[in-house]
């Protein structure tokens, strides 16, 4: 008997469901949409085939059959067996579908239509839904849906499909469907209007004024927007709450969210900033965002960094380091990958790293009194990289490992929450 025999089943089945986990902007703990492409093959169905004591484990875990992703479809005979097969081993557990393909044969329409009642989340690209069946069937569990693509006929087919989800809080969806559709907006908290096509912006007056009211009623604690800073956060208020989150795109954070702030009078606590690719024209107005929100507690940064200019990251960040900025932060988590596939000539990624050891240590030396808690990961600085790393000499391990005690020793006398990934 092999040792992984001696396992538990449930042992077992926690370390499958960890195999499935996905990494999300704050660790892992989702599970990976199920996506059968003509490449890949799902790692549970692949845990299906080693034995049948793991087929019997694998298929008495609902929660790894919770999420499905129809994307390319392949056989429709297939296709129909990968659909039935995860929703009868997911149980009564809610459903998590993801509908990357705009034009879904009739089977799997009414195969998911029928499940409606146990939607958790639904992300699709809008088409001909039968839309009524679910004033009849109900979706009780929705709370969260992402709407892409479609027609104005297909936005308007959709009004009043999703009024009567009592547990829906989290929208993404075009601005021309939050002006067109009907949804529950004293229950959404979360917004993001992203645009991806030239007719999903609102264009008439009429539109405008009704997007920014229905934005009025929402109780919104995060809103998200990667259209041009000139044309929406120009004139966009928050709504005043103490506790507003407001999440945006680097382009649209770092040159007018301090005046929006300012407009609306909230007292901003949650900051999480998408995609900031620092450079030497935007130090100073991220100096001058963290500045415009003193009562700021926590703070998110995915930091894309463009290693021809490495100096900036380094410049950006030193605004973190002064205590009087940001003076009640109670949490930072900041997560850093690294611009294109190939390096500039004679870069290190060694020194990148004992760099952001560096920024970690400033950070914490700071001494905020409210400071508690940073997550800091570097993986993806190195991670895939095309290059091929030679090991660190004794030299540069030292310089690494210093690095990361002095880091850890100064968490531990602070009594500092730190979660470092490198």
Known sequence: MAPIDTIPDD?????????????????????????KTGVNIPFQHTILRVSRRWMDVVTHAPNLWTSLDVGFLLRPKYVDHFVRSALRWSGDALLDIKVSHCRLPEFLENIFLSQSRRWRTLEL????????????????????????????NEQLALSGAFVGAPALRRLTCPPSLVVHVAFPWNQIVELDV????FNAIPRTPEDKRRFFDILAIAPLRTLASNDPPTKLASTLC????????????????????????????????HLDILDVNPTHDKTKAFEALLKAVPQLQELDLFIISNMEDEGSLSQM??????????????TIRMKFSSAGAYAPEGYDWRRVRCMLLHVGLSIIEGKRKAFWCMKMNMREVVQGRVEVLDPLDDSQQMQVTNGRNRLLEAADAMRIDLYLVE
Do not use: M
């Open 11 to 35: 042992v077992l089945r926690t370390v499958f469901e960890l195999c499935c986990a996905t990494e999300t902007r704050y660790g892992y703990g989702e599970i990976g949409y199920l996506c």
């Open 125 to 152: 690209e809008l088409s001909q839904w039968s839309w009524t069946w679910l004033q009849h069937s109900g979706i009780p569990f929705l709370e969260s849906l992402n709407v892409t693509g479609g027609s104005i």
């Open 194 to 197: 992203h645009v991806h096509e």
């Open 238 to 269: 928050i709504p005043r709450s103490p506790q507003n989150i407001h999440r945006a795109d680097a382009s649209l954070t770092t040159e007018l969210i301090p005046g929006l702030v300012r407009r609306s009078g909230c007292t901003l606590t």
């Open 317 to 330: 960040l030193q605004s973190l380091y002064i205590k009087d900025i940001l003076p009640e932060l109670r």
